[in-house]
Structure formats: structure tokens, C-alpha cells
């Protein structure tokens, strides 16, 4: 016969226990499908509609790249794509007063909410940070003119200041974290969510089934950001449905893309 050494190897589980893990998937199964998907408009910029097309499919953050000329946060994928007038105010901080007053106005949040505001600064941080956060303090000035006491969430990317720091800046900046960075506790607790380089992890193309160890090592990823108590994003990515569906079901939880409306589309069904 059997004796409890002879099942040590055995993958081998009582049924209440097989019972459990069903119910439990069943029920993460159920969460998932009823919470709503992060969306993040990546490079939201070069799109037909900046900013509008991104809010009006709920996105949870939509990026912007900005660089300093001249005392103005020119907003441009690279250093000669900057156009004249093509200004962080113009594109973003303008359109999101005019939500927060229309909301106001409205007595209503209404049924979206307010997105937030992932800034990847392209010059050094000592130099842009001083302009952004004086940008910043107009527009809160501005809303509170009108009486409005609060502010959307501007998150700091690429050239960030020093994690010791963090927690000189704002309630409103919070920063773009690094799973190879380490945290203190004041630093993390201004870390919005961790984001990391997509290719780091894996080559697939989002066109096929994801390997299985390519999906076992991005699994392993979001359980270490999710012990920190984070959110994972991952950028460059596969934008496709199928990506978007793996990518969900495997537990990203802010999804990148360069498609927030046909995203948001396939998410919700419609």
C-alpha cells in the first residue's frame, strides 16, 4: 500500500481542496470580467484628437512627452518633431481645467473619471521640474478661482529626480517606478505604478498563444510589483486583442496601447 512518503511527489490534492481552487478561479474569473480595464493611451499625443480621444474611452492615463525650449514644455516624440505652439497647457492642462469646471458645474463626476497624467520628461529633470511645477501651480491657481480644490494626478517619467526626494513634490506629482529600483517607504508611497520595458521579458508578437515560459516569467514580474503593493504597466507591448485579453488575463493591470478607443471597444463588448 501507500504511506504519506510515497505521495510526496505526487501532484495529488483532497477534493475539498480541488474544490477551493475552482471556486477561487471561478470567482477571479467573475472579478475580472466586472472590473473595469486600465487603459493607457501611450503617446497619446500623436493622435488625431489628443487628450479627448483618450478621456472619451475612460482611459485610466495617457502619456506626453515633453521637452523645455525657451521656458515652454513642448510636447513631441523626439527633439525635431517639436512644433511651435504644440505645448503641454495647450494640449492637456487647457482641455483637463475645462473637464474639472465642467464637472463641477455639473455637480456631477459623471461617468468618467479623471485620468491621470503620465509626463515623461526628455531633458533633465533639474531643469524641466522648476517650469512643470510652476505650469502646475497655474492651473490650480486657476481652478481655485473657481473654487475647485483639487487636482488630477501628473505622474513623472523618464528623467525623474532622485527617489529621495519624492516626497518634496506635491500631493498631485507622483512618480513612474522601476521593478530594478529599490524603495523606502516614503518613496514608494509616492510611486503611482512601476512600469517596465516589455521587450526585457519577452519577444511575442501578440499575433499567436504566448509561450508558456515567456507568460511564466511575465507572471513572476507582476507578482513581485503586486507584493509591493503596485501596479504594473508595461510599455511596447503588442497592440493587439489578443495581447489585450493575454495581458489581462494574466494580471497587467494597466493595459498600454496606441488604439484607447478600439481598446475600451473590445473591452467592454461593444
Given amino acids: 500500500h501507500l504511506n504519506k512518503s510515497d505521495l510526496s511527489g505526487c501532484n495529488i490534492q483532497p477534493p475539498e481542496m480541488k474544490i477551493l481552487v475552482s471556486l477561487s478561479l471561478f470567482l477571479l474569473s467573475i472579478l475580472l470580467a466586472n ?9 497619446d499625443y500623436v493622435h488625431a484628437k489628443p487628450f479627448w480621444e483618450a478621456y ?6 495617457i502619456e506626453a512627452d515633453i521637452y523645455l525650449r525657451e521656458n515652454n514644455l513642448m510636447v513631441a516624440h523626439a527633439s525635431n518633431e517639436i512644433k511651435t505652439g504644440v505645448t503641454l497647457e495647450k494640449l492637456y492642462l487647457e482641455p483637463l481645467t475645462k473637464v474639472i469646471l465642467s464637472k463641477m458645474k455639473l455637480k456631477s463626476g459623471g461617468n468618467r473619471s479623471m485620468p491621470v ?7 533633465d529633470y533639474q531643469k524641466v521640474m522648476p517650469v512643470f511645477l510652476a505650469k502646475l501651480l497655474d492651473m490650480q491657481n486657476k481652478l481655485k478661482e473657481q473654487r475647485v480644490d483639487t487636482m488630477p494626478t ?5 528623467n525623474r529626480p532622485p527617489a529621495d526626494s519624492f516626497g518634496i513634490y506635491p500631493y498631485y506629482v507622483q512618480f513612474d517606478g522601476r521593478p530594478y529600483e529599490l524603495y523606502d517607504k516614503a518613496a514608494l508611497s509616492k510611486i503611482a505604478f512601476i ?4 521587450l526585457k521579458y519577452s519577444s511575442w508578437n501578440g499575433k499567436e498563444a504566448i509561450a508558456p515560459a ?4 511575465i507572471v513572476r514580474l507582476i507578482q513581485t510589483i503586486h507584493e509591493k ?3 504594473l504597466r508595461l510599455w511596447n507591448t503588442p497592440d493587439t486583442e489578443l495581447a489585450w485579453k493575454t495581458f489581462r488575463e494574466m494580471g497587467v493591470d494597466i493595459i498600454n496601447t496606441d488604439q484607447p478607443a478600439i481598446c475600451q471597444k473590445f473591452f467592454s463588448g461593444s
Fill in 35 to 43: 472590473a473595469q480595464v486600465m487603459i493607457h493611451s501611450h503617446n
Fill in 56 to 61: 472619451q474611452a475612460d482611459a485610466y492615463s
Fill in 117 to 123: 497624467m503620465l509626463i515623461d520628461f526628455k531633458d
Fill in 154 to 158: 501628473f505622474v513623472v517619467s523618464g
Fill in 195 to 198: 512600469s517596465d520595458q516589455y
Fill in 214 to 217: 515567456d507568460s511564466a516569467t
Fill in 229 to 231: 503593493g503596485k501596479m
